[in-house]
Nanobody, 122 residues
Framework: QVQLVESGGGLVQSGGSLKLSCAAS????????MGWFRQAPGKERKFVAA????????DYADSVKGRFTVSRDDAKKMVYLQMTGLKPEDTDVYYC???????????????WGQGTQVTISS
């Protein structure tokens, strides 16, 4: 069992920066890859970034490459999303989740946080 709590969202001007944090509890945290996703009301949740269980591999949505950086600190059971060069279209609720694969090789996201609102003003 893993519990996730996001924080760090807020209102910033276009071009600004925010650092989101995801605090995890539970013994299994270090065994999981972790992901960040975003969702607007009434729309599908979208992938933003992911980091492997070792921290040695990261992946990003094309829309955030070069602007966002995902990292993790297993000793603190934390995952971070450093966001720079923010744009109004980055406005969404951001969620962190565990990332793994099932026996068929399909991605699965067993645990989610409650989300944190990010609002970028133009």
């Amino acid at each position: 069992q893993v519990q996730l709590v996001e924080s760090g969202g807020g209102l910033v001007q276009s071009g600004g920066s925010l650092k989101l944090s995801c605090a995890a509890s539970g013994r299994a945290f270090s065994a999981y890859a972790m992901g960040w996703f975003r969702q607007a009301p009434g729309k599908e949740r979208k992938f933003v970034a992911a980091i492997s269980w070792s921290g040695g591999h990261t992946d990003y949505a094309d829309s955030v490459k070069g602007r966002f950086t995902v990292s993790r600190d297993d000793a603190k059971k934390m995952v971070y999303l450093q966001m720079t060069g923010l744009k109004p279209e980055d406005t969404d609720v951001y969620y962190c989740s565990t990332v793994s694969r099932d026996l068929a090789g399909q991605w699965k996201y067993d645990y989610w946080g409650q989300g944190t609102q990010v609002t970028i003003s133009s």
